[in-house]
């Protein structure tokens, strides 16, 4: 089982700075199948991002995903007021597929 | 635009069977392209995958889970189902029913693209 170690637990910024999100793999991830999720307090998930650094639709360009292998950033290049949430990745292309703890971005 | 909607019971007694149906509308479930799954949500907790299901029948569990769990698809109401046997307290969750894109060659598990509201399911007496 691939576990996913994200960090930090808490992120406290303010609106329109850099949010750097990380999320680290036990193991290589194949083809780098690594998705990331938003949540917002009683909502489901939202995929943010597919494949490592493919943005899913309708999700704005200040959102990006990078890396390969075993570890994997999100970035949001300037936060908004709606994007302070908790943020998920999680691996899939092998079972069992698995979630992070989560990063939680607050307001500072 | 798919829809997916969470039904059930909402408290379930400890040792019985936990037992939900995902309705999909807005697309079709028979969709060669997609799997559809479960995942769960213990209060203030992270996300745990439970399992997914293909339309021709094919499942994957959790390995953590699969002795308890059973995944059902049935094409014709356009719905899927998990029932979860033997609950005990700490399957106490919201849980969410979800499309999932799984890339060719993988072992039927992807990422989920679509999401119900998810359902909050008590384990108590």
């Known amino acids: 089982e691939i576990v996913l170690t994200q960090s930090p637990g808490t992120l406290s910024l303010s609106p329109g700075e850099r949010a750097t999100l990380s999320c680290r793999a036990s193991q290589s991830v194949s083809s780098s199948y690594l998705a990331w999720y938003q949540q917002k307090p009683g909502q489901a998930p939202r995929l943010l991002i597919y494949g490592a650094s493919y943005r899913a639709t309708g999700i704005p360009d200040r959102f990006s995903g990078s890396g390969s292998g075993t570890d994997f950033t999100l970035t949001i290049s300037r936060l908004e007021p709606e994007d302070f949430a908790v943020y998920y990745c999680?691996?899939?292309?092998?079972?069992?597929?698995?979630f992070g703890g989560g990063t939680k971005v607050e307001i500072k | 635009q798919l829809q997916l909607q969470e039904s059930g019971p909402r408290l379930v007694k400890p040792s019985e069977t936990l037992s939900l149906t995902c309705t999909v509308s807005g697309g079709s479930i028979s969709s060669s392209s997609y799997y559809w799954g479960w995942i769960r949500q213990p209060p203030g907790k992270g996300l745990e995958w439970i399992g997914t299901?293909?339309?021709?029948?094919?499942?994957y569990y959790n390995p953590s889970l699969n002795s308890r769990v059973t995944i059902s698809i049935d094409t014709s109401k356009n719905q899927f189902s998990l029932k979860l046997r033997s609950v005990p307290a700490a399957d106490t969750a919201v849980y969410y029913c979800a499309r999932s894109d799984v890339p060719y060659g993988a072992v039927g598990t992807g990422y989920f693209d679509q999401w119900g509201q998810g359902t909050r399911v008590t384990v108590s007496s």
């Open positions: 299901i293909y339309y021709s029948g094919s499942t």
């Open positions: 999680q691996h899939y292309g092998t079972s069992p597929l698995t």
